[in-house]
């Protein structure tokens, strides 16, 4: 039997297109396949995004539940504000009806102030016066009081001229028997040129000591410069030891000297500074008058930043209650016509003068001690 003979090209040739069928449908298919997934993609990202925006919503809601929240405070708040308000209202009306009764009371007040304002000018005018005249006397009573102070220094320097007289007197003969000597050479035609040196240099020293007793005193009584100067406080006690000693020698009082080997030096006016020790003394002086033991006591010490000057006699002492009167001017307790109670007064002014301090006690065992206290040089040189 014969099998007869295919040819296969032909056979291909009819399946092509079938093929090429499939090919379109699978790149079709790819193509949607393609499609889904950037469909399924979208999604996706949709889906997130709606994720976020319900994790949003969420948030939101929350918030707007505290805002609500807040909202119903608030609320209540305002409830409670607007009930005070009303009665804040209230009160600011019954206030504005107050305010309207006291400007009517103001403007009648203002009338009755207008009348005291021109009363009130014209007291000013009198206080301007007044004042200036206050002024005027204030100046005048300055004026006295310094030129008390002087008189009280020339009543102090009548005082020692009983003894600087006696001060006087020993250099006057002295020159008086050192120039006789002298004469008496001539005369006799002795013509010793070197003892009539001598007597006239003997002499020319007795008128040096005169004029030196003489210059002290002047410049005592002068009216003391408002100057200040480093001075020695141990000079100025004996500077106004040297004008009192002939009167404290007649009296017999024995005077004792303690002063610093330091030498303390102080910042003030050395003729004010000699005044309060010559007032000081003077007033021992007369403590000591009637007393069985006359004893005076000086000593001059370092204590601390300051400078001690101590006044101590033997006398009846101060009585009970006076410490502070003391110090008051025209305070005495002596007799009528023995003094004028204004030694202690100028010393405590002159004391306050410069910046120091003055007291007085008892002393154990003995009569009134007076310790001044000034301020010490801060510049003073160490040992």
């Not at 993609?41 to 976020?52: D, M, T, V």
């Not at 200040?228 to 500077?239: A, D, G, K, L, M």
């Amino acid at each position: 039997m014969a099998v007869a003979k295919t040819n296969p090209r032909p056979a291909r040739a009819r399946g092509a297109p079938n093929v090429n069928r499939k090919d379109d449908s699978l790149a079709q298919l790819r193509a949607q396949i393609r499609s889904l997934e950037i469909r399924v993609h979208k999604g996706e990202e949709r889906r997130r995004a709606l994720l976020h925006i319900m994790g949003d919503l969420n948030v939101s809601n929350k918030r707007l539940s505290e805002q609500r929240k807040a909202m119903l405070h608030i609320l209540v708040d305002y409830e409670q504000d607007r009930r005070r308000l009303a009665g804040q209202t209230e009160r600011l009306d019954n206030s504005r009806r107050a305010l309207i009764h006291i400007l009517q009371d103001s403007h009648k007040s203002n009338v009755r102030l207008e009348e005291s304002r021109k009363a009130m000018i014209h007291i000013m005018g009198d206080l301007r016066n007044t004042t200036e005249e206050i002024q005027h006397r204030e100046h005048e009573l300055r004026d006295k009081q310094e030129q008390l102070v002087q008189a009280g220094k020339l009543a102090t320097l009548g005082e020692l001229t009983t003894g600087v007289a006696h001060e006087l007197n020993n250099p006057l003969n002295n020159i008086g028997l050192y120039i006789g000597n002298a004469c008496d050479q001539i005369d006799l035609g002795v013509f010793d040129r070197e003892k009539i040196r001598v007597d006239l240099d003997n002499a020319i020293q007795q008128v040096r000591k005169a004029t030196e007793i003489i210059t002290h005193l002047r410049t005592f009584g002068r009216a003391a410069k408002a100057s200040s100067e480093p001075i020695s406080i141990n000079v100025v006690v004996r500077r106004a030891l040297s004008l009192l000693q002939e009167q404290l020698r007649i009296r017999q009082i024995h005077t004792n000297l303690y002063l610093s080997d330091d030498d303390p030096v102080v910042i003030g006016n050395p003729i004010q500074l000699e005044q309060v020790v010559i007032n000081l003394l003077t007033n021992a002086r007369d403590a000591l008058t009637n007393a069985p033991r006359k004893e005076l006591h000086l000593s001059t010490r370092y204590s601390g930043d300051e400078i001690e000057l101590e006044v101590v006699d033997t006398g009846p002492g101060i009585h009970p209650g006076l410490e502070q009167r003391i110090f008051d001017p025209f305070f005495t307790t002596k007799e009528v016509g023995a003094g004028t109670g204004l030694g202690l007064s100028i010393t405590y002014g002159i004391i306050q003068e410069h910046g120091g301090s003055i007291s007085v006690r008892n002393a154990p065992g003995a009569g009134a001690a007076f310790l001044v206290r000034l301020p010490m040089v801060e510049d003073r040189t160490s040992e």
